[in-house]
């Protein structure tokens, strides 16, 4: 086989895999039997029309593994209906038929590189066995082939859309675990520094002034603590090797200087309690997560007059609400800059919640960090 028939065989299913079933799938299965039947006593001039309902009736459940077994469902289908129109003289007339549109679309959506290419061979056969056991007209041929083609086309098109969203994903991952591996390298590599100054001075002094020796020992166990604490929140955390270079990051008090950006609706920052208590990753990923709220509220909330960022810090954690009063919206999709937030907060053991504010007004964004998951 050539390259691209050999890439296209050995292609696996889709990925991300598909759900076993939803609702929509017993949706479809209940409809569609008192459909066929319908049709069939209303369509008397169908020939073996009632054998035909019988049969497609006996088929509807292939549409509940049509994910899990699409090509095998198709074969099944395809199978019983060729055998029927064999043993009929012809193919159904009945209009429901249409319903095994679907199972050539889930061969293309979820299926193999191997049950894609059968599948289209299954299309195949059966058009050129319906022209053996009929005379269709010319126009009936082309739309039938174009209707055929059109599915094939679609289950291709929102694979492909699918994969490269998940690929686009994948790389928003990458990119925040990249930052939170910046953030490790910045607070650790400060506290690192600090003592292995504290180290040298307390040397020198060991002899002379053991008190201040005894005193740079004191700061050198806390600078290891807190740096133990750092490693330990950031722990599993990946960087590429050819990374953007390490630069400062900002921390939570740098939260303040979202009110001082310009531009509409005007930010309110408030801060309670003590940001200090924070550990500098914590609030570096706070910080960005903030910037990235404000900015999706001001690209996006409609008439909004304000925006206010409230910070608390407790004994619990940190919690930071990010809420604007523009016009309520039921919901949105799940963008990239949400699931970069999510994804910041999950690495520090907290949660990222968005959608429509308590009171109904606007949007409302919030994060919780807490303090049992700053140095998991």
Known sequence: MTSPARALWDAPAASPPPPRRVWRDWVIVAALPPLIVIEAALRADVPWRWLWAV???????????????????LAISFAVGSTVGFVAGGDPQLITTAYFLILVYAVMRWGSGRAMLGGAALVVVGTLVSLLFSAPTFGDVVGGIAVAATTMTLGVAFRQR?????????RVRLVEREQLARDLHDTVAHHVSAIAIQ????????????????????IIEGEASRTLDEMRSMVGVLRRADAAELAPTPGIADIRRLARLGGSPPIDVRIGGDP???PPAVGAALFRIAQEAVTNARRHARDASRLDVR??????????????????????????????????????????TAGPAPDGRGWAVTV?????GWSR
Not at 368 to 372: A, E, M, R
């Open 55 to 73: 049969v497609l009736v006996g088929l509807v459940p292939t549409l509940l593994w049509r994910r899990i077994r699409p090509f095998t469902m």
């Open 276 to 278: 200090d208590a924070v």
């Open 368 to 372: 919780v960090l807490p303090s049992s």
């Open 199 to 218: 180290a040298q001075a307390g040397s020198t002094v060991a002899e002379s002034d053991p008190v201040a020796a005894a005193e740079a020992l004191r």
């Open 162 to 170: 699918a994969a490269a969203r998940a690929r686009e994903l994948d």
């Open 311 to 352: 910070v608390r810090v407790d004994a619990a954690g940190v919690r930071v609400d990010v809420v604007d009063d523009g016009a309520p919206a039921a919901s949105a999709a799940p963008g990239f800059g949400l699931t970069g937030m999510a994804e910041r907060a999950a690495v520090l053991g907290g949660t990222c």
